[in-house]
């Protein structure tokens, strides 16, 4: 008898011991470094691609792109129906949804996000509010959007962030959020894939898998962001076994070297990244449109492009990239690449000379696109000051002091980069050129006829028209020039041989739950 006892104390140890073993197993955590900054964790405000990429798994749209395409797929929406004149959108919503603190989702926090946005004015409330007219609740699982006229492309504006539907519970009406400790509770609270479990500004975001997401279940248990102060510094964090991943922004070296290094994984974007100078159109130097002109013929692309990226990028000579439907190359027509004899006539008739030259300040950001920045602006510095009627001053701002001053006039030229909201040419056109887009960009662009245009390629469907019309607004950009279009961009992710599912296809969204690690 004895024997048996000790026998069965034996197998409930043993049981014990191997459900605790079950219990305590490590959750899967995958670390991501970058050199991105996060700005407000507001999808009223922020209008970055990095703040983006997070929203885009902690929150969802009520329309998706299914990971690694441009097909849109239903999200928070289970279906979706146009009225015949093309200018109603009624959504079902799948029911039973709730977010993160347990908070029903239903078609009241539709209304109540998108009526925010519209009201906060935000940077990329342009996107809401220059198509969309009002929001109405039909019951609890339905919502129709009353859009002023005909949008052709409205179902991919309903999967970009400003669309997402936010918790009336937890982030204020009135007023924009900077961080999680500024929210009811002070947590961001989603419908995503992922929820924000811990948030050191600068330093990392945690994200932990959301148990209740309705969609594809993630693969890796925790994501932890961690934000690096230079390439060098993350490449080192790389090649330690620090980070498993790294993203945005390697320096042009690092990428050719880690290509070749047969320990890690090269993931190669070639999407619809592009890179340009903006000008103050309204009140600045730049209100005179042969300055802006003179600029555009005296940049080199060739010789930035290997100078600064080692020939890792392509020259551009239109907003809408090449690849995209509609894109013409009229910038290499008109203004070729260091045409300074074209330079130096303009400047003449603006009434400058050697004696006389034109002085102006170019700003850059330091840290957001990566360290190449600062020779970006060092070789574009050269490049405008072959001729001796151009002298250039270099001044450079971080991310959040940067957009302040475009919003406040105080950046006459200043170089961005732009990564698609929605992937059609009106989103690289529109974005700059019309006059909201051109507001909030701080470019400060406007024209009756220019939006005019705009407005006809919004809202006719017909591909022979919208063709019409953008390979007509290149060729206007060649004469206004509200910008000056440098580059197309390659991005790269590098990875440990044991993480695989980065699909990142020409969106350019990073779906989080796609990834996986092989122990």
């Known amino acids: 008898m004895k024997r048996i006892f000790i026998l069965m104390l034996l197998f409930v140890v043993l049981a014990s011991f191997s459900f605790a073993n079950g219990k305590t197993e490590e959750p899967t955590t995958l670390v991501y470094g970058t050199t991105e900054k996060v700005t407000d964790m507001d999808p009223a405000s922020a209008y970055d691609f990095h703040?983006?990429?997070?929203?885009?798994?902690?929150?969802?749209?009520?329309?998706?792109?299914?990971?690694?395409?441009?097909?849109?797929?239903?999200?928070l929406a289970e279906s979706?129906?146009?009225?015949?004149?093309?200018?109603?959108?009624?959504?079902?919503?799948?029911?039973?949804?709730?977010?993160?603190?347990?908070t029903p989702f239903d078609a009241n926090a539709v209304k109540w996000s998108i009526d925010r946005v519209m009201a906060l004015k935000g940077d990329p409330s342009w996107l809401v509010t220059d198509f969309v007219k009002s929001v109405q609740v039909v019951d609890k699982y339905t919502v129709k959007f009353i859009l002023p006229?005909?949008?052709?492309?409205?179902?991919?504006?309903?999967?970009?962030?400003?669309?997402?539907?936010?918790?009336?519970?937890?982030?204020?009406?009135?007023?924009?959020?900077?961080?999680?400790?500024?929210?009811?509770?002070?947590?961001?609270?989603?419908?995503?894939?992922?929820?924000?479990?811990?948030?050191?500004?600068?330093?990392?975001?945690?994200?932990?898998a959301n148990p209740d997401y309705y969609g594809q279940k993630p693969k890796v248990d925790r994501i932890i962001i961690r934000y690096f102060a230079d390439a060098t510094t993350m490449r080192l964090a790389l090649e330690s076994g620090e980070i498993d991943l790294a993203y945005?922004?390697?320096?042009p070296s690092d990428i050719k070297d880690l290509s070749a290094n047969p320990k890690y994984t090269t993931n190669k974007l070639q999407g619809p990244y592009i890179r340009y100078i903006c000008y103050e159109t309204s009140e600045s130097v730049f209100k005179d449109k042969r300055l802006r002109e003179a600029m555009s013929a005296l940049v080199n692309r060739p010789d930035f492009i290997q100078k600064v990226y080692l020939?890792?990028?392509?020259?551009?000579?239109s907003m809408v990239p090449m690849g995209m439907i509609y894109h013409t190359d009229d910038f290499k027509t008109v203004y070729g690449d260091a045409n300074i004899a074209k330079a130096e006539t303009l400047l003449k008739e603006a009434g400058?000379?050697?004696?006389?030259?034109?002085?102006?300040?170019?700003?850059?950001?330091?840290?957001h696109y990566g360290d190449t920045e600062v020779h970006l602006a060092e070789v574009l510095k050269e490049q405008f000051e072959k001729t001796p009627l151009v002298k250039v001053n270099i001044k450079s701002a971080e991310w959040a002091a940067y957009k302040d001053k475009w919003k406040n006039k105080e950046m006459a030229m200043y170089l961005l980069g732009w990564y698609p909201d929605y992937i059609d040419p009106d989103n690289?056109?529109?974005?700059?050129?019309?006059?909201?887009?051109?507001?909030?960009?701080?470019?400060?662009?406007?024209?009756?006829?220019?939006?005019?245009?705009?407005?006809?390629?919004q809202t006719n469907p017909d591909p022979a028209v919208r063709k019409q019309v953008f390979e007509k607004v290149q060729k206007m950009w060649t004469v206004d020039v509200p910008t000056t279009p440098l580059f197309q961009g390659n991005l790269y992710v590098f990875t440990n041989?044991?993480?695989?599912?980065?699909?990142?296809?020409?969106?350019?969204?990073?779906?989080?739950?796609?990834?996986?690690i092989t122990k």
Do not use: C, H
């Open 428 to 457: 690289y056109t529109a974005a700059f050129a019309g006059t909201t887009g051109s507001k909030g960009m701080g470019i400060n662009f406007s024209s009756p006829e220019w939006d005019a245009l705009f407005t006809k390629e």
């Open 80 to 102: 979706y129906t146009i009225n015949k004149a093309g200018d109603e959108y009624t959504f079902k919503l799948r029911q039973g949804l709730k977010f993160t603190d347990g």
């Open 51 to 75: 703040t983006w990429e997070i929203f885009q798994n902690i929150y969802q749209g009520l329309l998706a792109y299914k990971p690694g395409t441009t097909e849109l797929e239903p999200g």
């Open 149 to 208: 006229s005909a949008i052709a492309y409205f179902p991919a504006l309903v999967a970009t962030v400003p669309y997402f539907p936010l918790n009336p519970n937890v982030y204020p009406k009135d007023k924009i959020v900077r961080d999680p400790s500024e929210m009811k509770g002070g947590q961001l609270v989603g419908l995503g894939a992922y929820k924000v479990s811990s948030f050191k500004r600068d330093e990392e975001v945690v994200l932990e």
């Open 248 to 251: 945005k922004t390697l320096n």
């Open 352 to 367: 400058y000379s050697a004696a006389k030259p034109f002085t102006f300040t170019m700003w850059y950001t330091p840290s």
């Open 311 to 317: 020939g890792q990028n392509a020259p551009l000579y």
């Open 497 to 516: 041989k044991n993480v695989s599912g980065v699909k990142i296809g020409p969106t350019l969204i990073f779906n989080y739950n796609q990834l996986e």
